[in-house]
């Protein structure tokens, strides 16, 4: 009676009304789709509270002849708007003049200043917020960050509405936000590696991590639809969401599978080698929990972290980690300035307005839908999570080039090849940041219960951050000398990221053609990663 008590008071409170409500509680598959579906709002949350920056860049540094906008936005009116024909509405106090201090000479470098603040302090947040994870209760900290980024992300919008012109104070607002946003991937792929195991890892998470592109639409329309009644609305609007999403979290997500009566399926199952797929084991303790029989203790009583130092040593960490420093180079170079790029250059003659080109930007992600999903069930398939990385990654470097040559060409042509570059460069970033840091985090090294899952994946998507601050910072100063100079550091970018995953391709295609899998060696259970995460001595 003792223990059903602790485990009632680390249940969410929304979950335990259920309960009372329904009378019983949920099956392990029903906790598993409720898990999916939180995290999944939570994190499109997130990735829709950074997009509007990347919409209000061509209205707080206008382009010379950029003096319009539109009264509805996509899908509501016209994808493509020609500039000539509008003019009957302007932004508000911005008076087509732009927004001082971005609307100097200097203003494309101070925009790029802004972005890498927010992604330095994003990365640099990552490390002790994936430590900090292993070891805080993930669904209050998870509810912490969401709730104090949608704080400082309305509080840069409201500098429209305080008609602040000081740099430091959006240099500030983004700072803050960053440090808070830094909070959101750790902490979600730790949940979702708590409540599934390795099987069909890939696709699962593949599936799941439409998040982070569904969110890069839903942050471009929302901020598109409220602009023209003044750009802080572009951030008070997404920051309203994403704190809303954060007090869902609170209610209703269930971070560890122990805190409602199940294990967790990365744990070895002692005593008993008929219940080691995790599958099975979890089967037989949902029959039981439903019997309302509840005998697992909560996984914060007995788990136990690892140190960074020691997480940097599984094998497999250090080289992912810098393959998507490069990769989110360029991903994020596309997330931040895409908006920017298209309200700048002709497509088939015309130029777009600013709403049109947020707008159309989201097509970038719906390839990074496809290309995530792919990435993962490609990865599955062929046991190699590293080959499907790097041949992602080399596939973006042609796809990139044909858009910049034959982008403008028409609307279709631009259309078609964005959403190709959008699949070849977002797939490999999803596939890295989900599937390949959850197998890392539960590796075979991590001896007992010992757990790594928000520490490797702050490794590695806080490396990759880096690379994130990076990309627009460069794009801030190298646009003014031509985007031409832009798509080479876009190029240059994704040839380093396949290079160096060179040494574990080759260790995993000399295994997959080298050798035959001892019998029972390769199930299907761990085939999806074993070949990458071997220990390598």
């Not at 008071?9 to 509680?25: A, F, H, Q, V």
């Not at 592109?213 to 003044?230: K, T, Y």
């Not at 080691?276 to 029959?287: F, L, M, P, R, S």
């Not at 053609?513 to 199930?523: A, E, L, R, W, Y």
Request: with cysteine; net charge positive.
């Amino acid at each position: 009676m003792e223990r059903n008590n602790e485990l009632m008071k680390e249940n969410p409170p929304g979950i335990l009304l259920i309960r009372k409500i329904r009378r019983k509680d949920w099956s392990l598959k029903t906790y598993k789709y409720v898990v999916l579906l939180i995290t999944f709002i939570a994190y499109t949350s997130y990735h829709a509270s950074r997009k509007p920056s990347s919409i209000v860049k061509s209205v707080l540094h206008p382009h010379p002849f950029l003096n319009e906008t539109v009264t509805n936005p996509w899908p509501m009116g016209p994808f493509f708007v020609k500039r000539e024909i509008l003019g009957r509405f302007d932004l508000g106090k911005s008076n087509k003049k732009g927004w001082e201090p971005f609307n100097g000479e200097d203003g494309t470098s101070k925009l790029g200043e802004i972005d890498v603040a927010f992604l330095a302090c994003y990365s640099m947040g990552m490390y002790v917020a994936g430590h900090l994870g292993d070891r805080l209760d993930l669904r209050l900290f998870l509810t912490t960050g969401m709730i104090g980024s949608g704080i400082f992300v309305g509080l840069f919008g409201m500098g429209y509405f305080w008609n602040i012109h000081e740099f430091w104070f959006y240099l500030v607002m983004q700072m803050a936000a960053g440090l808070f946003q830094a909070t959101g991937w750790p902490s979600v792929v730790a949940v979702i590696g708590n409540w599934f195991g390795k099987r069909k890892r890939g696709l699962i998470m593949g599936i799941w991590n439409a998040h982070t592109s569904v969110g890069n639409i839903s942050g471009s329309l929302m901020a598109a639809a409220v602009l023209e009644h003044g750009w802080g609305w572009s951030f008070i609007v997404p920051g309203g969401f994403i704190f809303l999403a954060g007090i869902m979290v609170y209610l209703l997500l269930p971070a560890y599978p122990e805190d409602v009566g199940f294990p967790c399926p990365n744990r070895p199952v002692v005593g008993d080698s008929s219940l080691a797929n995790d599958e099975e084991a979890q089967t037989v303790k949902e029959n039981v929990a439903e019997n309302g029989q509840f005998n697992v203790p909560r996984g914060g009583s007995n788990r136990t972290s690892v140190g960074l130092f020691d997480a940097f040593l599984i094998p497999g960490v250090i080289p992912f980690a810098l393959c998507l420093f490069f990769s989110k180079l360029v991903a994020y170079t596309f997330l931040y300035w895409l908006p920017f790029y298209l309200s700048q250059t002709a497509i088939g003659g015309e130029y777009v307005s600013v709403k049109s080109a947020g707008n159309l930007s989201a097509l970038f992600d719906v390839g990074g839908i496809v290309g995530g999903i792919l990435a993962g069930h490609l990865s599955d398939k062929l046991d190699a999570r590293a080959t499907t990385a790097a041949s992602f990654m080399y596939a973006a470097i042609p796809s990139m080039l044909l858009y910049r040559k034959y982008g403008g060409a028409s609307k279709l042509i631009n259309i078609l090849l964005m959403m190709l570059a959008g699949l070849f460069v977002n797939g490999p970033y999803a596939l890295i940041t989900t599937a390949v840091s959850a197998d890392l985090g539960t590796h075979s090294s991590l001896k007992g219960d010992s757990r790594a899952l928000a520490t490797v994946t702050a490794i590695i998507d806080g490396t990759g951050s880096m690379g994130a601050a990076l990309g627009p910072l460069l794009t801030g100063f190298l646009s003014t000398k031509g985007w031409d100079a832009v798509f080479i550091m876009l190029v240059i970018g994704a040839l380093c990221a396949g290079l160096l995953l060179s040494r574990l391709v080759l260790f995993e295609l000399s295994e997959k053609f080298s050798k035959h899998p001892v019998c029972g060696q390769q199930n299907s259970e761990g085939s999806a990663s074993e070949p990458l995460l071997r220990n390598q001595r």
